[in-house]
């Protein structure tokens, strides 16, 4: 045991299952209540009220609503692709956990799992590779409403999902480093307004060569995790439930948990690449001990807001129509990234000349 | 720890590369080369090229495999015909291109070509190769750079092009 203690590589792996374990039992209860809290506001923004029956305020009924979807029974269509069928729901869950190995929640090395250098990358491809989650749902159901559905979906999260990795451009051009650690450690301390004497934090949206990306992350980050008013892969109206028509007890609530899964990750990556991470003010008065912990009140903090941001677009907003949907995509968004990709690397090469 | 997870990642390669070819599903094909593209990403990420490791799965895994997934379910394939003589005809070509390859493998691999050096220079290693791969690629592989994007903008517009319906001569456009 000494011996494997004196080991680097086992420690740092040690420390990092103990990490994700922790991540992993917190993000279960922190989803539970995400969605009695998406239940309540949206109760509120309605004029209701909400759940309230069950427990004090309401508390006990996402938690009973889970033991319910366990013990219901558990259907698949007979001409369904079995193996398939199975598969998909854990696609919905697996990458948008595997994002979180990279995302720093408060200062290195103890908020953070692991510092690749390419960590941006690797939120990039896993939220890449959650559209086989629907895709497949939608296919090995053999239902035409669920096909429809996957379609939609794969044709959605391809098109949206370009106009957010070149959104990203910017960002790593001003941080020169593709590391989420190195993004955010971009963004430490204060700058002053030109002209003025008003100081500012020297996150990423405070700049204004970074606020037209901001805005196109934003709108792809509604759409990527399939949220109105970009829900078109399970509208209601039109596709009775889209691709998770066919889906019923634990493997529905699996897709639902990959929703807010990933609602939390894009919103963890939103504040990393634009809102200064777990930076924040207060945080040298307090010393070595207690200030990385306040790190990571204001990156819970930050994140809170975007989840309520998030949760208040949802019932604000109408679903958009397909050909919108697509046309908004490549019409707008794309060029939109695209110029500011020439607008940033102008601005830093002339800057830096 | 490294050639164990070598030894895993390769041998997951070639089973699902074998499956790609064997399954008969096209769908259940596509999903098998899928993981064929993510243990060569592993394979990547082994050798410390982490950015063409996750490019990989960027652009093959998690774009273009979408895209074919797309087409075959669009197109709803039915499970593959096995009789008639062009499938014969193609099987035969199938078995001797393979014999082909395997001819052109084995030449290679006895001339010894195919490993490549035995240690090779780490380029980069402290910045991580994201920056090592843009440096070469805007000075000493700006041409070919530059003449593949050409010929992405070409493929791109010839498509756009040939999917436009036609219209008479002399019709005004709606």
């Given at each position: 045991m000494?011996?494997?203690?004196?080991?680097?590589?086992f420690?740092v792996?040690?420390?990092a299952?103990?990490?994700?374990?922790i991540?992993?039992?917190?993000?279960?209860?922190?989803?539970?209540?995400?969605?009695?809290?998406?239940?309540?506001?949206?109760?509120?923004?309605q004029?209701?009220?909400?759940p309230?029956?069950?427990g004090?305020?309401?508390?006990?009924?996402?938690?009973?609503?889970?033991?319910?979807?366990?013990?219901?029974?558990?259907?698949?269509?007979?001409?369904?692709?079995?193996i398939i069928?199975?598969?998909?729901?854990?696609?919905?869950?697996?990458?948008?956990?595997?994002?979180?190995?990279?995302?720093?929640?408060?200062?290195?090395?103890?908020f953070?799992?692991?510092?690749?250098?390419?960590?941006?990358?690797v939120?990039?491809?896993?939220?890449?590779?959650?559209?086989?989650?629907?895709?497949?749902?939608?296919?090995?159901s053999?239902?035409k409403?669920?096909?429809l559905g996957?379609?939609?979906?794969?044709?959605q999260?391809?098109s949206?999902?370009?106009?957010?990795?070149?959104?990203?451009?910017?960002v790593?051009?001003?941080?020169?480093?593709?590391?989420?650690?190195?993004?955010v450690?971009?963004?430490?301390?204060?700058y002053?307004?030109?002209?003025?004497?008003?100081?500012?934090?020297?996150?990423?949206?405070?700049?204004?060569?970074l606020?037209?990306?901001?805005?196109?992350?934003?709108?792809?980050?509604?759409?990527?995790?399939?949220?109105?008013?970009?829900?078109?892969?399970?509208a209601?109206?039109?596709?009775?439930?889209?691709?998770?028509?066919?889906?019923?007890?634990?493997?529905?609530?699996?897709?639902?948990?990959?929703?807010?899964?990933?609602?939390?990750v894009?919103?963890?990556?939103?504040?990393?690449m634009?809102?200064?991470?777990?930076?924040?003010?207060?945080?040298?008065?307090?010393?070595?001990?207690?200030?990385?912990?306040?790190?990571?009140?204001?990156?819970?903090l930050?994140?809170?807001?975007?989840?309520f941001?998030?949760?208040?677009?949802?019932?604000?907003?109408?679903?958009?129509?397909y050909?919108?949907?697509?046309?908004?995509?490549?019409?707008?968004?794309?060029?939109?990234?695209?110029?500011?990709?020439?607008?940033?690397?102008?601005?830093?090469?002339?800057?830096?000349? | 720890?490294?050639?164990?997870?070598?030894?895993?990642?390769?041998?997951l390669?070639?089973?699902?590369?074998?499956?790609?070819?064997?399954?008969?599903?096209p769908?259940?094909?596509?999903?098998f080369?899928v993981?064929?593209?993510?243990?060569?990403?592993?394979?990547?990420?082994l050798?410390?090229?982490?950015?063409i490791g996750?490019?990989?799965?960027i652009?093959y895994?998690?774009?273009?495999?979408?895209?074919?997934?797309?087409?075959?379910?669009?197109?709803?394939?039915?499970h593959?015909?096995e009789h008639?003589?062009?499938?014969?005809v193609?099987?035969?070509?199938?078995w001797?291109?393979?014999?082909?390859?395997?001819?052109?493998?084995?030449?290679?691999?006895?001339r010894?070509?195919?490993?490549?050096?035995e240690?090779?220079?780490?380029?980069?290693?402290?910045?991580?190769?994201?920056?090592?791969?843009?440096?070469?690629?805007?000075?000493?592989?700006l041409?070919?750079?530059?003449?593949t994007?050409?010929l992405?903008?070409?493929?791109?517009?010839?498509?756009?092009?040939?999917?436009?319906?036609r219209?008479?001569?002399?019709?005004?456009?709606?």
């Amino acid at each position: 045991m000494a011996a494997l203690m004196n080991n680097d590589v086992f420690v740092v792996a040690l420390w990092a299952i103990v990490k994700v374990a922790i991540i992993l039992g917190v993000l279960l209860g922190v989803v539970t209540y995400l969605i009695f809290a998406e239940r309540k506001i949206c109760g509120h923004m309605q004029a209701r009220t909400g759940p309230n029956r069950v427990g004090p305020f309401g508390l006990l009924q996402t938690p009973l609503d889970v033991l319910k979807l366990l013990f219901k029974e558990e259907f698949i269509p007979a001409e369904a692709n079995k193996i398939i069928f199975h598969i998909a729901p854990m696609l919905a869950v697996f990458p948008a956990i595997v994002t979180f190995s990279v995302i720093p929640m408060g200062p290195p090395p103890m908020f953070v799992v692991t510092d690749v250098n390419v960590g941006l990358l690797v939120f990039l491809a896993m939220s890449s590779l959650g559209v086989y989650a629907l895709t497949l749902a939608g296919w090995s159901s053999n239902n035409k409403y669920a096909l429809l559905g996957g379609l939609r979906s794969s044709a959605q999260m391809i098109s949206y999902e370009l106009a957010m990795g070149l959104s990203t451009i910017p960002v790593i051009l001003r941080s020169g480093t593709l590391s989420l650690v190195g993004i955010v450690d971009s963004q430490a301390g204060t700058y002053l307004i030109p002209g003025t004497h008003i100081p500012l934090p020297s996150w990423g949206v405070f700049h204004w060569y970074l606020v037209l990306p901001f805005a196109v992350f934003l709108v792809c980050s509604f759409a990527e995790t399939n949220r109105a008013p970009f829900d078109l892969p399970e509208a209601e109206g039109e596709l009775v439930a889209g691709f998770h028509t066919e889906y019923s007890s634990m493997k529905w609530a699996m897709f639902f948990l990959g929703e807010y899964f990933n609602m939390i990750v894009i919103c963890s990556i939103m504040i990393t690449m634009f809102f200064g991470g777990w930076h924040g003010p207060f945080m040298e008065l307090l010393g070595p001990v207690f200030g990385p912990l306040l790190g990571l009140g204001w990156f819970l903090l930050k994140l809170s807001a975007f989840l309520f941001f998030f949760i208040w677009v949802r019932w604000t907003f109408p679903r958009l129509r397909y050909d919108q949907l697509m046309g908004f995509g490549w019409k707008v968004l794309l060029p939109a990234a695209i110029l500011n990709v020439v607008i940033a690397a102008a601005w830093l090469y002339w800057r830096a000349a | 720890m490294v050639p164990v997870l070598f030894l895993g990642f390769g041998a997951l390669l070639v089973a699902t590369a074998l499956m790609v070819v064997l399954h008969r599903n096209p769908v259940t094909s596509a999903l098998f080369l899928v993981l064929a593209f993510c243990s060569l990403a592993g394979i990547y990420l082994l050798l410390h090229a982490e950015f063409i490791g996750l490019v990989q799965i960027i652009v093959y895994a998690g774009a273009i495999m979408v895209l074919f997934l797309f087409v075959i379910m669009y197109l709803n394939l039915p499970h593959d015909v096995e009789h008639g003589t062009h499938i014969a005809v193609r099987r035969g070509i199938g078995w001797m291109v393979g014999a082909l390859m395997l001819l052109f493998a084995t030449l290679l691999m006895r001339r010894g070509w195919a490993p490549g050096p035995e240690n090779a220079a780490m380029i980069g290693q402290e910045h991580g190769n994201a920056a090592a791969i843009g440096r070469e690629l805007y000075s000493r592989f700006l041409f070919p750079f530059e003449v593949t994007s050409m010929l992405l903008l070409v493929a791109m517009v010839g498509a756009i092009v040939m999917t436009k319906a036609r219209r008479p001569a002399g019709e005004e456009r709606p």
